[in-house]
């Protein structure tokens, strides 16, 4: 019973470490840069929302910069997620006010 338990104990905190290392963590940042970004992007289409995230976060980035900015697709994901749970109604708020937006993104996400 021991030696499973020797052998049990660290397969379980090798697993639970790999489980973490995978699981994706985002700084409270980057998930507020990223709904910034889906709120300036044009929402007429829904087919190319993580095509124009990309194409803003990647495209922002100055040639000279120090720290560039690289586009995270898990985030562009939850942030295409987050707005297909929206009614009708939220997305239209969400259309013709940025701020109203950022608001409504920051809402359902946490």
């Not at 709120?39 to 120090?66: K, P, T, W």
Request: hydrophobic residues 35%; charged residues 25%; glycine residues 4%.
């Amino acid at each position: 019973m021991i030696k499973k338990i020797r052998f049990i104990l660290p397969a379980l905190a090798l697993s639970g470490a790999i489980a973490f290392w995978l699981t994706p963590h985002y700084s409270e940042e980057d998930e507020s840069y990223y709904r910034a970004v889906f709120c300036s992007i044009d929402h007429s289409d829904s087919q190319f929302f993580l095509r124009d995230m990309e194409n803003l976060v990647e495209g922002g980035n100055s040639d000279y910069a120090l720290h560039k900015n690289h586009y995270i697709p898990a985030l562009g994901e939850r942030m295409l997620s987050t707005w297909k749970k929206l009614s009708t109604q939220e997305q239209s708020a969400i259309i013709e006010d940025q701020q109203r937006c950022r608001e409504i993104m920051g809402e359902k996400q946490h």
